[in-house]
């Protein structure tokens, strides 16, 4: 069945890191875009990191120089590594792999930051 299942987040001190994965099945994930995204409470979704299935990355400006997405499609497997966390990066972490007209969308994990 096509799943994403996230892992890594909990709770962590500001200037800490933490490396969130997101393992792929039932998709050929080499053709998908994959994509972290945040939703802090109260707020809207928001992208924080992309790739695509070339290797493009792109991050907004609240995660540039902190966060960094990779992936590996020998393990169908997505990495978030989060450097430098500031309280205001709390949310729930959502993998999501996209092609056309297929959207897919992980269960979310929580990253809290919080001295």
């Known amino acids: 069945q096509v799943q994403l299942v996230e892992s890594g987040g909990g709770l962590v001190q500001p200037g800490g890191s933490l490396r969130l994965s997101c393992v792929a099945s039932?998709?050929?994930?080499?053709?998908?875009?994959m994509g972290w995204y945040r939703q802090a409470p109260g707020k809207q979704r928001e992208l924080v990191a992309g790739?695509?299935?070339?290797?493009?990355?792109n991050y907004p400006d609240s995660v540039k120089g902190r966060f960094t997405i990779s992936r590996d499609n020998t393990k169908n497997t997505v990495y978030l590594q989060m450097n430098n966390l500031k309280p205001q990066d709390t949310a729930v972490y959502y993998c999501?792999?996209?092609?056309?007209?297929?959207?897919?969308w992980g269960q979310g994990t929580q990253v809290t930051v919080s001295s």
């Open positions: 790739i695509g299935s070339d290797g493009t990355t």
């Open positions: 999501n792999a996209r092609v056309v007209a297929v959207n897919i």
């Open positions: 039932g998709i050929i994930f080499n053709v998908y875009t």
